[in-house]
Each structure stands twice: as structure tokens, then as C-alpha cells.
């Protein structure tokens, strides 16, 4: 004798959008390749551009789904257009909007000719980038979509950034933060970076820079040192 029952499915309730207001221009606007300034001035390399956690444009504003720098590095006018095409041209405009969260390229790369000798000043400008620290969004989707059917679309984009980065939501860049606060907290280990390098143990002062002793010894250069507390 079989007995046949059927089982109760549950769904999660689907998320409510009846607030959601897109912007009359919902895609990518272009962005200017050279600054627009009466007369072009050239720069030092300030490396500190890329170094260390990002100060701005790290918290979402109107989307709920974004692109976030996992390191320092410069965005080239081409890796914007990338981002621009890709955005645009697979995105639905009718649900779906993007904003910028980075400026148009404005710093100078200056570069000398092929062949040329040593010497001579300094070269000219060759192209403009965008400065991007670790923590930065770099580009913002939201409206009437779920984080399944734009993650590829911003995974892809990610991927040929020169910096590493992931795709992140309101809810997960939330859960990162705390993870980091919560690390700083309940941390068991008594002997930190920045105790280590407070008390001057073996007199680690010596080869510690003014950047070591700002970010306690999280961040090398460019890079971000996720597993240190």
C-alpha cells in the first residue's frame, strides 16, 4: 500500500518596490577622457592617491548593489568606457539604473618618447587616470532588480578592473564592516600591530613609516591586509 502526500512549499516573499523611484536618465553618462582646465599642469607620481582605506564615496547613497575596490590602483579612461558599455548595454533601463561613484580621469601620467636618453626634465602628459583606494565603490546599480540578475553583469566588469574588487550589496558591505569591527573586539591575540609597535618592541620604530603607524600596519603600499587586526 502506497500513501502519497504532497509536501508545503515556502517561498521567500518578494521584495517590495513600490517606493522605487528610477532617475530620468537611468544609464552611465560618458565621462570626459581629458580634464577640462585652461592650462595642463603636471603632478609628482603621490602614490599616497592609492594608498590606505578610501575616505569617500564608501557607503552606498541610492542603489542597493555595487562594485567595491579590494585595493588601490588607476582607473585608465578605457576601463571606465568598459564599464560604461557593459553596464549600458546589458542592463534593463525600463528596472534598472547606474550611477557613477568615481570622478572623470584627472590626474597626469607624464611619459618621455621611445629612445630618448636620460635626462632632460620631465616628460610630457600623456594620458589622465582616476586615483581609486581600497574601500571605494566604484560604480552603484539599484531599482526594481535582485542581486541575481545584475551579479553577473558587475562580476564581469570586475574582473578587468587593475585592481582587485567584488560585487557587493547593501547587506554584505554591512556584514564586512562588522566582521572588522567585530574582529577588533573579540580579538584574543594581546599583541597587535599596534601594540607591538607602540611599546617599540626590538625597536621596530626604526623600519615602521608614518603610513605603518596610521593604519596599524593594515595596508602594504596598495595593497590591503584583510587577516590583520
Not at 553618462?29 to 578610501?54: H, M, S, T
Not at 546589458?90 to 561613484?101: G, H, P
Amino acid at each position: 500500500m502506497k500513501i502519497l502526500c504532497a509536501g508545503i512549499k515556502t517561498y521567500d516573499i518578494p521584495p517590495d518596490y513600490s517606493g522605487m523611484v528610477l532617475p530620468d536618465k537611468p544609464k552611465l553618462k560618458f565621462l570626459n577622457k581629458v580634464p577640462n582646465l585652461k592650462k595642463a599642469k603636471k603632478e609628482k607620481k603621490k602614490l599616497r592617491d592609492i594608498q590606505g582605506p578610501a575616505q569617500a564615496a564608501n557607503t552606498f547613497t541610492a542603489g542597493n548593489y555595487a562594485i567595491v575596490a579590494m585595493g588601490g590602483g588607476y582607473i585608465h579612461w578605457g576601463h571606465i568606457e568598459m564599464i560604461r558599455l557593459t553596464i549600458n548595454r546589458k542592463m534593463d533601463a525600463r528596472s534598472t539604473f547606474a550611477k557613477w561613484r568615481i570622478n572623470a580621469p584627472y590626474k597626469p601620467i607624464t611619459r618621455k618618447g621611445l629612445g630618448q636618453r636620460m635626462g632632460g626634465g620631465k616628460g610630457a602628459i600623456d594620458h589622465y587616470v582616476t586615483p581609486v583606494r581600497c574601500g571605494r565603490l566604484v560604480v552603484e546599480v539599484g531599482g526594481r532588480v535582485e542581486l541575481g540578475e545584475v551579479e553577473p553583469i558587475l562580476t564581469e566588469v570586475a574582473k578587468k578592473l587593475p585592481f582587485p574588487a567584488k560585487v557587493v550589496s547593501r547587506e554584505s558591505l554591512a556584514a564586512m564592516q562588522a566582521e572588522q569591527e567585530e574582529k577588533e573586539l573579540n580579538n584574543q591575540n594581546r599583541w597587535t600591530f599596534r601594540e607591538v609597535a607602540r611599546g617599540n618592541m626590538l625597536g621596530i620604530r626604526k623600519v615602521l613609516s608614518p603610513f605603518d603607524l596610521h593604519n596599524h600596519g593594515r595596508f602594504t603600499g596598495k595593497f590591503h591586509l584583510p587577516g590583520r587586526v
